[in-house]
Nanobody
Framework: QVQLVESGGGSVQAGGSLRLSCAAS????????MGWFRQAPGKEREGVAQ????????AYADSVKGRFTISQDNAKNTLYLQMNSLKPEDTAMYYC??????????????????WGQGTQVTVFS
């Protein structure tokens, strides 16, 4: 079993920055790719950014490309999401997520085995 705990959410003015953290514990060797999702009220949960290996191979949704950066500290078992140039439409609950090895892409919610509890990000204009 793997536990994921997010932190770092908050309220920020448009144009500002936040960094989210996700601390993983438990059987972290049973984790494949990891990623960040977000869900705004009344909308479906969407994959924002994913990281696929220890070398940091990553992918991003078009809506955040160039503004968000996903990274990891393997020694600390911690995943990060640096969010710059935030916009009001980035307002959502952000979730850390992971799949089992061989469990498919971590861009699709249906593939996710482990979810964090979420951290709220609010961007005001």
């Amino acid at each position: 079993q793997v536990q994921l705990v997010e932190s770092g959410g908050g309220s920020v003015q448009a144009g500002g920055s936040l960094r989210l953290s996700c601390a993983a514990s438990g059987s972290t060797s049973s984790v494949g790719c990891m990623g960040w999702f977000r869900q705004a009220p009344g909308k479906e949960r969407e994959g924002v950014a994913q990281i696929y290996d220890r070398e940091g191979t990553s992918a991003y949704a078009d809506s955040v490309k160039g503004r968000f950066t996903i990274s990891q500290d393997n020694a600390k078992n911690t995943l990060y999401l640096q969010m710059n140039s935030l916009k009001p439409e980035d307002t959502a609950m952000y979730y850390c997520a992971a799949v089992r090895p061989g469990g498919g892409t971590c861009r699709e919610p249906g593939n996710i085995k482990y979810w964090g509890q979420g951290t709220q990000v609010t961007v005001f204009s």
